[in-house]
């Protein structure tokens, strides 16, 4: 199990399938790391691409890959990734996860709009997820439970417009363990 971080480009070294974790950053809690640990007991190997500016000192740091390190934009990063992940998803090595959390109580992004680059990017992956069935792209996220548990804002619109705009069935999964279950299954062959 490997982790590639934000703007590092490890070259030739991927263990295992190529997984791509999508989803809020600012404002959400640290659910990729809890995703990864959940993968980790599920495969044997695999490499996680996650866009969290993790430092040296996090948990997960044994995992992290070194590699060439791009001064660019981080979203020039992000795009080359998830483009990697699904060109990789329609020969069952590799996924992109996006799990919807919903923001933090105790650390709610600062001003603007929470998650905003999140529903731009699965947007696009709708796109592309229609002109091409076979890219493996699941989406997982926290649901409307009641008034005091709001969930992800806007969770069941997108659930609505991607069964709309693929004309078919898509499963949007109601538990990070489910989400995480489905990539497994996504990769596994």
């Known amino acids: 199990m490997k982790i590639i971080r934000p703007k590092i ?5 991927i263990h295992g399938p190529l997984i791509y974790f999508g989803g809020p950053i600012r404002g959400a ?4 790391a809890q995703a990864f640990l959940m993968m980790k007991e599920r495969l044997v190997k695999f490499t996680a691409v996650i866009p969290c500016r993790w430092e040296n000192d996090h948990p997960l740091r044994e995992y992290f890959l070194e590699g060439r390190v791009d ?7 992000e795009l080359y990734w998830m483009q990697e992940a699904a060109r ?3 020969i069952r090595m590799g996924c992109l996860l996006f799990w919807l959390q919903q923001e933090s109580k105790t650390h709610p992004r600062p001003g603007g709009c929470f998650a905003r680059d999140t529903r731009f990017e699965l947007g696009g992956l709708c796109i592309e997820a229609k002109a091409n069935p076979k890219i493996r792209l699941v989406i997982g996220g926290d649901p409307e439970v009641s008034k005091e548990e709001p969930g992800f804002d806007g969770f069941d619109v997108l659930e609505r417009n991607f069964k709309a705009r693929l004309g078919r069935e898509y499963t949007f999964h109601r538990t990070l363990n489910a989400t995480i279950d489905a990539v497994v299954r996504a990769v596994s062959v």
């Open 29 to 32: 809690d640290d659910w990729q």
């Open 9 to 13: 480009y490890p070259g030739g070294v």
């Open 71 to 77: 001064t660019g934009h981080q979203l020039d990063w």
């Open 88 to 90: 990789w998803s329609t």
